[in-house]
């Protein structure tokens, strides 16, 4: 069996004991400990860093987010400078990144929607 190198976190974790559905569960706990450079070094190596899962259940959510996901997504893509996330809920991945990302909103008028249609469509052989 091949040795895979330890788990590398961007964050140092405290340990906690939590109960959960009547089990009781030893992990990181559901607070972010202070950061390390781990984000950094892959970047100074061209990496990109991609954590994952995130999910919006309160289960899941650090209290530090105040069981907030778009919270959490802040924290995480501009605090810490993660490229990505990987999450069960693109939805509100989705929604964080249209309220947050600012792009330029020409308005166009009805003759120019319908010719750019037309084009695409004319592209498509109809």
Avoid at 34 to 62: G, S
Avoid at 73 to 87: N, Q, S
Avoid at 97 to 109: A, F, L, S, V
Wanted: glycine share 6%; charged share 25%.
């Amino acid at each position: 069996m091949a040795k895979y190198p330890k788990k590398q976190l961007p964050h140092t974790c405290r340990q906690r004991t939590r109960e959960v559905q009547g089990l009781n569960v030893t992990g990181c706990g559901w607070f972010v400990g202070p950061p390390t450079d781990l984000v950094v070094r892959a970047h100074a190596l061209d990496l990109e860093v991609h954590p994952y899962t995130f999910r919006n259940e309160n289960l899941f959510l650090h209290f530090d987010f105040h069981q907030d996901p778009y919270v959490e997504y802040e924290y995480w893509l501009h605090e810490i400078g993660v490229d990505g996330l990987f999450t069960d809920f693109t939805g509100s991945l989705h929604k964080y990144q249209e309220w947050t990302t600012p792009y330029p909103k020409r308005k166009k008028k009805a003759e120019e929607l319908l010719q750019e249609i037309a084009d695409m469509l004319e592209d498509y052989g109809y």
